[in-house]
């Protein structure tokens, strides 16, 4: 990186920084801090959803995702928009007439203080998880890449959200958000820009459009009935309906944005905006992963794109074995620009015999070249366990840093961070919300006054600040991060909405038996994931992750019923009723 890059970035996340401390500094009570003083218009709610669910793995992980597997993923999504119609209709009308600071207050007044706390317990424990998650997510990447040290990047992100966050609530959060995204959104444009220009002259974006097709690329749409797959057109608007409802109907990161709105109105047209741009907006990211894809076909990439793989590798005994197959690389990588351009010329051309064997012809080559990337992959595991060989998370990056002008890296470096913060702003803003109001302030003996829950709303954002840092330090990384976040949110969320729905429709339901079905679900829960996906390499899963949100919110309704049923019969059996 230039000097101007360095300038770039710490100008960018200098301002960011300093402009939420200084516009929301000074909240006089709780409502000014928690709920942001209920005063927040719908579009500053939209973009504050929309930059609470895009973390920096959003943009690290989601173009590698499009490069390795194509636009499936945009199914994950699928189910989203009728998601927001659902809580627009249900939830919001409901947490806004009864004045809730948390949605799990609402779970007291209809069930009892266990289930409330049950509720804010899992909460705590995904939700705490995923803050590391989202600092540990683009520290370890810009750690390998830069050659920065991975603890003191964590520390660096950690500490430029607590400032803020602890400083100005939910008003720092949206306030910064809004900026977050402006500099998301101009870096995803401008690196869309830059690999369109980088194409050969004769690859238009029509052309490249039918070169990623020809590659498998743009998949979109899978309807298979297969359960074992990850992202299919059922599964979205099944599995990531269930999952959307969860997150943006009970998740406090969430919920916390559209209870600051000035209205039901402007919290509905707040997630309305969001669910009309969320779809879009991973659409055009994965293309842009996918564009990246076709600008690797022209140009020189890497056997693996983890730089750590390469010098750990370069020191082990295989690394003859590992020059061996990046020399077959390079000469197939040849041999694919020749398909490439055979292909391009063939389409000028028309002829639909010629068009087929020229797509037969790179899926060969495709194949030969995940096979090469599947052996280095084996030797890498092989020098170095502790290595993850999985690269995708390192695609964009790789991209960013090797073609992208002087200026313009710091600029969408500036994105990842930015993305980083405004995640893991939201979330620490959650957690220290819950852990204030319902767990410390409803167990709490005596009652205290304004003053003093808001600086334990503060000292308990700055706490799970430290913790979200400390997780961080102790991540590693899985197949992909963006996956691991979903996963982790699959395993509670499904528990935790079947609960949410139980409380506004199923009114016979009482509280013991809601809070000992969440507790059987959960475990069942958790040894699903073990059992049928977890033990299972990439690919091999007896079930897709998206499904245990289906399978968790049923699971808690059924036994809820069946037990709140056991229950009223056992006493009338008794009472002889």
Wanted: hydrophobic share 50%.
């Amino acid at each position: 990186m230039e000097v101007i890059d360095w300038i770039v970035l710490t100008g960018t996340l200098a301002f960011i920084v300093g402009f939420g401390y200084w516009r929301t500094r000074g909240s006089k009570n709780v409502n000014d801090y928690i709920l942001g003083g209920k005063d927040a218009q719908w579009w500053t709610i939209g973009l504050s959803v929309m930059a609470t669910q895009a973390s920096a793995i959003t943009f690290l992980s989601t173009p590698g995702q499009a490069f390795h597997d194509g636009m499936g993923f945009v199914q994950f999504y699928f189910g989203l928009p009728l998601a927001m119609i659902i809580i627009c209709m249900v939830f919001i009308p409901i947490y806004h007439r009864l004045k809730v600071y948390t949605a799990y207050e609402f779970l007291e007044n209809r069930f009892d203080l266990k289930t409330r706390s049950l509720a804010a317990i899992l909460f705590l424990m995904q939700r705490g998880l995923a803050a590391g998650i989202t600092i540990y997510a683009p520290s370890i990447i810009l750690s390998a890449v830069l050659g920065w040290e991975l603890k003191t990047l964590n520390v660096i992100i950690g500490i430029l959200v607590i400032i803020y966050t602890v400083a100005g609530g939910t008003k720092a959060v949206s306030v910064t958000q809004k900026q977050q995204m402006f500099v998301i959104m101009v870096g995803m444009f401008t690196a869309f820009y830059l690999v369109m220009s980088y194409l050969p002259d004769d690859v238009d974006f029509g052309k490249a459009l039918k070169v990623a097709g020809a590659n498998d690329k743009l998949n979109i749409l899978d309807f298979s009935l297969d359960t074992k797959s990850r992202y299919t057109f059922w599964s979205g608007i099944t599995g990531g309906l269930f999952l959307a409802l969860a997150y943006f109907g009970t998740d406090q990161s969430q919920v916390q944005r559209y209870l600051s709105g000035r209205s039901i109105r402007e919290s509905q047209l707040g997630l309305i905006f969001n669910g009309l741009l969320k779809v879009p907006m991973q659409f055009f990211i994965l293309l842009v992963g996918v564009m990246v894809f076709v600008f690797y076909q022209y140009n020189h990439s890497p056997i693996n794109f983890n730089p750590a793989a390469q010098d750990a590798i370069t020191s082990s005994e295989f690394n003859a074995d590992y020059e061996r197959l990046k020399s077959e690389h390079l000469k197939l990588e040849e041999e694919k620009r020749i398909a490439q351009d055979h292909f391009t010329a063939v389409l000028d051309v028309k002829d639909y015999d010629l068009t087929v064997a020229a797509k037969e012809r790179i899926r060969e080559l495709n194949q030969a070249d995940r096979m090469l990337r599947a052996e280095a992959r084996t030797l890498i595991e092989k020098a170095d366990e502790s290595i993850e060989t999985n690269d995708k998370d390192y695609v964009f990056i790789h991209f960013i840093l090797n073609n992208i002008p002087t200026g313009l890296i710091g600029l969408l470096l500036a994105v990842i961070f930015s993305a980083a913060m405004s995640s893991t702003a939201s979330e620490l803003n959650a957690l220290g919300t819950i852990t204030t109001m319902d767990l410390y302030k409803r167990n709490r003996k005596s009652e205290g006054d304004e003053t003093h829950y808001l600086k334990a709303s503060k000292w308990f954002t700055f706490l799970w600040g430290i913790i979200a840092i400390l997780f961080a330090n102790f991540g590693s990384l899985v197949d992909n991060l963006i996956q691991l976040v979903n996963i982790i949110g699959s395993i509670f969320y499904g528990n935790v909405l079947g609960i949410f729905l139980i409380a506004f429709f199923i009114k016979f339901v009482r509280g013991n038996a809601v809070f000992i079905a969440a507790l059987i679900t959960q475990l069942m829960v958790v040894l699903t994931y073990y059992y049928a996906i977890h033990i299972h390499g990439p690919g091999e899963e007896k079930l897709g992750y998206l499904w245990l949100n289906f399978i968790g919110c049923a699971l808690v309704i059924v036994i809820a019923v069946l037990l709140e049923t056991s229950f009223r019969t056992g006493k009338r059996i008794k009472t002889g009723a």
